[in-house]
């Protein structure tokens, strides 16, 4: 026998029903294990060989397990999420462990499974990895859905390990040392208990004659093929399943010449070898193909190998006539009418899918002769490359096509030399014979007290005219396959989805935190889009990614015809003073998505776009022919705020077009996601990848407070110019004069538990966490030096949401020797304390900036806070005179307020009890001023410095 019998006991399946549609929208029942039908599962079937690289089809299914089955469930859409769910079928999950070949020195190149690919690429030792196509089998929609999993692999070494999946369902454990084996560890499996028959591409390479040192690249002549001596020689000597020979009886040295010569010809071998053979009949199939002699030489003790080449000179052959033939037993020559002029040669196409196709060789002079076609049929199944097929059908035909003779002799001992593939020159006068070369086919030394030696030789096919050829082309033509294409990032809409979104779609409303997600059609094959994630602690995410939701349409968009502004005039919601034009994005159509004034829209989420960061909702989208308009909206919808864009930015419509949720439990340690959108088309999808990652940073919107909206300032609905930090308000500051001016905050806070996104309070009875706390920070020049005044708080939004920011705490936080900026932003950020988790959380903050105005632009002297009994920073008074100080409330009784000029010692500038007093500067300035007071007021005082001519300045006395 060729090799040894591995014996698997594995039962064969029926399977006894297939998953159909249930009447009366009746959930689909899913099948159990003893339902399932598996492609090949035979017991006492030999383990395959290989050589070089081949499919592997049909192998056998050795074990099987660990079957369970998840339902399939198909959602009604009614806006932008499902509205009803409805069990269609079940997807499977199995244990499978497939034996591939004898080992060792496997290697896997790729899985096919429904004849198309599940995965490619290279492993040589034992390893796992994922395989992950989602529509290999049709997918879910148009067919019976896909294959996603652990794979192991195991190349049959002598000492491979047990692999740790099949360690936990079988018993005993075996490592199946010397088999190559592969195990789907309980992956899904598809959607029908038929699993369709797998696919395996591997290869092995022998070198027992170790020609990747003697001639490197001769172990593996071509693409996928193995060289053929070292084949032969693995067939003479392996001790488990060939002839054992030891390798001190073959000539290693011959071996390797015939190894490179084959490999200088492009000449390669690789099989399959799926059924018992004698090793002979395998030997002699591999020196059919290389044409040769495999002989034993006596005198050496050792196998040889003479390949029957070209390349010799006939004037140095040995000659041989009727003075050392001592017996002519036999000379024949075919006719012409023997002879064959077409030879058609069948062989595997490693190129073309290891389809079985065919070279072709003719003799049109042979054709003439005899006045038609006499075809021959020959079969190489060791040859892979179309060139050597080619060289191959021409050795044939020119073997067949030309009348050779054959003689058998009987010669004296000056014959001793010769060897099974030897030459030698006949000549005999009696039948016109004169240097004909012949080669020799067997030989029979004799007997030592004979001295006869018995020939049978062939002429020689090199002696004859030589025909030439070339190469065979390929047709040409390339499968059609309209296959799905990539998405890119740029066509790729994803977002953390916030509460308001979430409770909307029924299939888990309180899941969190969710991921929304869509993407514009990347054209080809594209039917739908395939989500997998994978989730962490830390960007960048790794490990598999698991399979998540379908998305079942495509995202469209379209682009700004004109800036749009972050704010309207007034504060109407919905507002009706703002329009949006924009232009189609090719190749996007919005036609289809006209509406008019349908205000429900907007609530059940299908009448939505988004903008960069801002999502808004609109009533009326209307074609006016060279463009679209929007009007009527409901800006900064659920956790994001209103903001400015620009022309050329993107308007993603996505409600009414294609997206979907993630439906993946995320651990609360995970901050971190991974999601990929792959592309599918009617049969399979893009692979891992050619698919962007993108990656999202959640925050959980779901937990946070609602962002407020609608920035109020001194009165005016989001000013962003000339805002005066000069208007007194003195009842509400409970301050007089100059100290009473301020910035009058307000903002439109929001209920956490609105679930309708038009409006911003519940209507039921206020819930304590509802209504957020709000923090105000206002940051003076926060494009340059920024100067940021302490969070102003707002407990109770609900009794108000006015806050006054003090000019004295801008001119505090500014500092001394700065002047007033003239540009500042608002920021008003809410916090609430969830029930469900206890902690204090801060929402998305609203930020606003605009431009301020003030009489403390005119100053030139600044002195910002100056606190009690601390010596200020040198101050620069540039004029010579009186300076007038003034403040609004008298110093204490026992405070004053004094300077220091030019180091020349504290003067008082304010006495005790008074409001006003003067500094007088003589000498020639500039003037290095130092300011100090006694006793702090009660609350924070503006004063005001008034030079002798031009130069003006202020400053606060610090309570």
């Known amino acids: 026998m060729i090799f040894w019998m591995l014996l698997f006991w594995v039962g064969a399946f029926l399977l006894t029903e297939i998953l159909r549609p249930k009447p009366n929208m009746e959930d689909a029942r899913p099948a159990g294990q003893g339902d399932f039908q598996f492609p090949t599962a035979t017991e006492g079937r030999a383990v395959p060989l290989i050589w070089g690289k081949v499919k592997i089809k049909g192998s ?36 499978l462990q497939f034996a591939l070949c004898l080992g060792p020195g496997v290697v896997l190149k790729a899985i096919r499974v429904n004849e198309k690919s599940l995965w490619s690429g290279t492993r040589a030792a034992e390893s796992t990895f994922n395989v992950s196509r989602l529509s290999i ?55 029908s208990p038929n699993i369709v028959p797998w696919e395996f591409e591997a290869e092995r390479y022998p070198d027992g004659l170790n020609m990747a040192a003697a001639d490197p690249g001769a172990e593996n002549p071509t693409n996928g093929t193995a060289n053929p001596m070292n084949v ?158 080619n060289s191959l059908a021409w050795r044939e035909l020119r073997v067949l096509t030309y009348p050779l003779s054959k003689i058998t002799v009987k010669m004296n001992r000056d014959g001793f030399a010769l060897r099974p593939g030897s030459l030698f020159k006949y000549s005999n006068t009696r039948l016109g014979i004169d240097g004909v070369v012949y080669r020799v086919g067997r030989f029979a030394p004799g007997t030592l007290l004979s001295g006869e030696i018995n020939v049978f030789a062939v002429e020689d096919i090199f002696s004859t005219g ?45 899941l969190e935190p969710r991921v929304w997600m869509g993407a514009r059609n990347p054209g080809g094959g594209t039917v739908r889009f395939q989500s997998y994630l994978r989730t962490g602690p830390s960007h960048p995410t790794s490990g598999a990614f698991t399979e998540d939701a379908e998305v079942r349409a495509f995202l469209r968009g379209a ?187 307000e903002c ?61 705490d801008m001119i505090i936080a500014v500092g001394i020797n700065t002047p007033m900026p003239t540009t500042a932003s608002l920021s008003i950020s809410p916090r609430h304390t969830p029930p469900e988790i206890g902690t204090e959380i801060t929402g998305v903050a609203l930020v606003h900036e605009f431009a301020i105005t003030s009489e403390l632009h005119d100053d030139d002297l600044h002195v910002g806070g100056l606190a009690a009994n601390t010596a200020s920073a040198a101050i620069s008074f540039t004029e010579t005179g009186a300076y007038a100080f003034d403040i609004n409330t008298a110093l204490p009784s026992s405070g004053i307020l004094e300077a220091d000029v030019d180091g020349g010692g504290y003067v008082t500038v304010i006495a005790a009890g008074n409001t006003t007093g003067t500094l007088t500067t003589s000498g020639g300035g500039p003037y290095s001023v130092v300011l100090r007071f006694t006793v702090a007021p009660t609350d924070d005082q503006y004063f005001r410095i008034t030079g002798p001519t031009a130069e003006d300045g202020n400053g606060v006395l610090l309570a």
Do not use: C
């Open 137 to 191: 089998l049709g997918g879910n929609e148009f067919g019976s859905g896909g294959i996603s999993g652990t794979v192991g692999f195991y190349p049959g070494a002598i000492d491979q390990s047990i692999n740790a999946y099949l360690a936990g369902k079988q018993s005993p454990n075996v490592a199946y040392r010397g088999t190559s084996y592969v195990v789907f560890q309980g992956g899904y499996i598809g959607n």
């Open 559 to 745: 682009n700004l015809t004109a800036d749009v502004e972050a704010y309207a005039a007034v504060s109407l919601r919905p507002t009706n003073v703002l329009t949006i034009d924009m232009e189609i994005a090719d190749p996007d159509d919005i036609s289809d998505l006209l509406v008019a004034g349908n205000n429900g829209d907007v609530a059940s989420l299908v009448n939505i776009v988004k903008i960069n960061d801002e999502i808004l909702g609109f009533l009326n989208l209307t074609d006016f022919g060279t463009f679209y308009r929007m009007s009527v909206f409901y800006r900064g919808l659920f956790n994001t705020n209103q903001a400015a864009h620009s022309i050329g930015d993107t308007v993603w419509f996505l409600g009414q077009t294609g997206g979907s949720l993630t439906r993946i439990s995320m651990a609360d340690s995970h901050d971190e996601m991974g999601l990929q959108l792959r592309s599918v088309d009617l049969l399979e999808e893009v692979v891992e990848g050619l698919t962007p990652v993108e990656d999202v940073s959640l925050v959980r919107l779901w937990r946070q407070p609602l962002p407020v909206r609608d920035p109020v300032i001194n009165s005016t609905y989001a000013d962003t110019t000339n805002v005066s930090l000069d208007v007194q308000y003195t009842t509400p500051t409970g301050r007089l004069g100059e100290d009473a001016s301020a910035l009058l905050l």
């Open 748 to 808: 439109t806070v929001r209920d956490w538990r609105v679930d309708d996104v038009r409006t911003d309070h519940v209507l039921t009875a206020q819930y304590e966490d509802d209504a957020p706390e709000l923090d105000y920070v206002l940051t003076l020049d926060p494009a340059g030096t920024p100067a940021v005044l302490a969070a102003l708080v707002i407990t109770d939004p609900w009794v108000d949401t006015q806050v006054w920011a003090l000019r004295n």
């Open 232 to 389: 032969i020689y693995e067939i003479m000597t392996d001790d488990i399943w060939g002839l054992g020979i030891p390798s001190s009886e073959i000539d290693v040295v011959n071996f390797q010449d015939a190894a490179s010569a084959l490999y200088a010809e492009g000449n390669g071998f690789a099989m399959l070898m799926d059924r018992e053979k004698q090793a002979s009949d395998m030997i002699n199939e591999v020196v059919r193909q290389v044409d040769g002699t495999l002989w034993f030489d006596r005198g050496a003790g050792q196998w040889k190998m003479t390949l029957i080449r070209d390349g010799y000179d006939p004037g140095t052959l040995p000659e041989f006539d009727e003075s050392n033939i001592l017996e002519l037993s036999e000379y024949t020559r075919q006719t012409w009418e023997e002879t064959t002029n077409e030879v058609r040669l069948s062989y595997i196409d490693i190129d073309d899918n290891y389809k079985e196709t065919y070279a072709f060789a003719q003799d049109m002079g042979n054709h003439l002769i005899q006045g038609g076609s006499v075809a021959s049929e020959v079969r190489y199944p060791g040859v892979r490359d179309k060139a050597l097929a």
């Open 466 to 510: 030589v025909g030439t050829f070339g190469d065979p082309v390929g047709s040409g033509w390339v499968e059609p396959n309209d296959a799905a294409v990539p998405v890119v990032s740029a066509d790729t809409v994803v977002f953390e989805a916030g509460r308001q979104m979430v409770v909307q779609d029924p299939f888990a409303p309180t």
């Open 60 to 95: 056998n299914v050795i074990w099987y397990g660990n079957v369970r089955s998840v339902a399939i469930t198909e959602d009604v859409k009614t806006g932008l999420f499902s509205s009803d769910t409805v069990t269609t079928g079940h997807k499977y999950y199995v244990g």
